[in-house]
């Protein structure tokens, strides 16, 4: 017997009872983190400096980065270069890396600051950092090592093969890092004393994706669902959002300097923003239509079979995408919602400065995204407007 369809949402996102007032949010203050000598020497090096973190205080400010750096992260070539310049080793330069990351963090709940850095196949770094949203559950909060993977997943990176950070993963982040494509080669080190550490050390035993029979774990960089969006319904969905009252520009300017990767050739590469020029309101509305479906396909749910896409558009007209990643121990999975707030932080943007959400999910699949969006967003962004978009399934590509 078939499921039925989830119920059509389009709503205002309120303020959750007890946690907000006439001011907003009841969050703790976020604290400028210290940074160690050798970040200091970074910093001087212009590698990277505590507002190219996306700080929360400069998010807002950020400024295009480089060539060959994006923000929150270091390329390969001047990683090298800095390593060699300085004769540090991996783990000193990733060490060096850590105090930047917890620039992003916002552990508004919790008031930890914990910071991530992972070395993809390319060998570029990629900053991540714990995210929490008071007024929510906390199993919606992000933990700093899912962050900083999902920020090199968006990065087109196929494979991680190190991960540092500045306390000891939980049981959470290492299961999450198990279902990366190649978790038996990966190294981890979060104490200089220790050393690098296998994953297989670190959580032994663990249940893997081949114990579901899954023999395309995370960070493959190929349409995992095909899925598409009657005429009628993107009609409804961008109908629902020029009647929802909010501003539906796009920025004809990228944000700091990163574009979002579409397979129609929209943008360069990355998965984060999508500056693609000035756009009317009925174009904005299509085009946050387009990103959620597209971002859809690019979900990882080999388990539940429930992909999920989110295109969020900010307050000053950059789009963001998000694409849901679960787990073969299902909670230590990342959100859609979570996923797209990942891209927004890293390129400097603030996660309190949205306009409108459309999520994408397939009508009738066992699990049903919104409720967790609206969630995160009732924390973080009361007033913008959400939408879900029911998809169908086509299957597998190429099925």
Sequence with gaps: MSSAP?????????????????SGCKRATLRTQPLSDDAMVLQAAGILTPDSCASPSAA?????????????????????????????????FMAALLPFAKQMSHPYVSQFY??????????AFYLGANLEFPGSAANTFVHAEQFAACHAAQAGEERITHVAVNAAPCGHCR????????????????????????LAE?????????????DRPWLQP?????VEASAEERARVVEALRQSGQAMQVADTPLAGRVTHMSSGAAETGNATTPLGAASQGDAAKLLVDVAVEATTYSYAPYSRSPCGVAVLTQDGHVFRGQYSENAACNPGLPAMQAALVGLVASGASMHNLSAVVL????????????????????????????????????????
Aim: negative net charge.
């Design 6 to 22: 989830p119920p059509i949402y389009s709503v205002r996102v309120g303020r959750p009872v007890g946690h907000w007032g006439s």
């Design 60 to 92: 807002a400010a950020a400024t295009p980065a480089p060539p060959n750096r994006r923000f929150g992260s270091v390329a390969a070539d001047v990683a090298e270069a800095v390593m060699a310049e300085r004769e540090w080793s991996l783990e000193r």
């Design 114 to 123: 914990v910071g991530a850095v992972v070395r993809g196949g390319s060998g």
């Design 175 to 198: 299961q999450f890092l198990s279902e990366l494509n190649d978790a038996d080669n990966l190294l981890v080190t979060f104490d200089p004393a220790m050393g690098w550490l296998g």
């Design 202 to 214: 670190l959580l032994p035993h663990r249940f893997k994706p081949s114990d579901l029979g899954n």
């Design 222 to 226: 190929a349409p995992a669902h095909a």
């Design 360 to 399: 994408a999910q397939i009508a009738g699949a066992p699990l049903c995204h919104t409720a967790t969006a609206l969630a995160v967003l009732q924390a973080t962004a009361p007033g913008c407007h959400l939408v879900a978009l029911n998809l169908q399934d086509n299957g597998a590509p190429g099925e």
